[in-house]
Nanobody, 120 residues
């Protein structure tokens, strides 16, 4: 059983910073990619940032230059450093991992979500 556990959400003022972390545990053979998505009230879930096993990154236009995704491969953890936060960044943030559990083909896993609220 593979699990993703997120941490680091909370309430912050506009212009502030937060770091989200997501730790993957279980019988994991290897990762394809990990990423963060978010969903604001009344809106569809959207990709925020994505990092491949080779370290290539991809960001939503709305967060480029403000957010940074990076991984700690030894700890099966991905982080999202969020700077210069804006009220429109308010959402539930979800960790996602595309990986191979031992003995199985590629699977897509999601964390439970962590709330980020940015006050103006």
């Amino acid at each position: 059983q593979v699990q993703l556990v997120e941490s680091g959400g909370g309430l912050v003022q506009a212009g502030g910073s937060l770091r989200l972390s997501c730790a993957a545990s279980g019988r994991i053979a290897r990762f394809n990619a990990m990423g963060w998505h978010r969903q604001a009230p009344g809106k569809q879930r959207e990709l925020v940032a994505h990092i491949t096993s080779g370290g290539s990154t991809n960001y939503a236009d709305s967060v480029k230059g403000r957010f940074t995704i990076f991984r700690d491969n030894a700890k099966n953890t991905v982080h999202l450093q969020m700077n210069s936060l804006k009220p429109e960044d308010t959402a539930v943030y979800y960790c996602n991992a595309d990986l191979f559990p031992y003995g199985l083909g590629p699977h897509d896993y999601w964390g439970q979500g962590t709330q980020v609220t940015v006050s103006s």
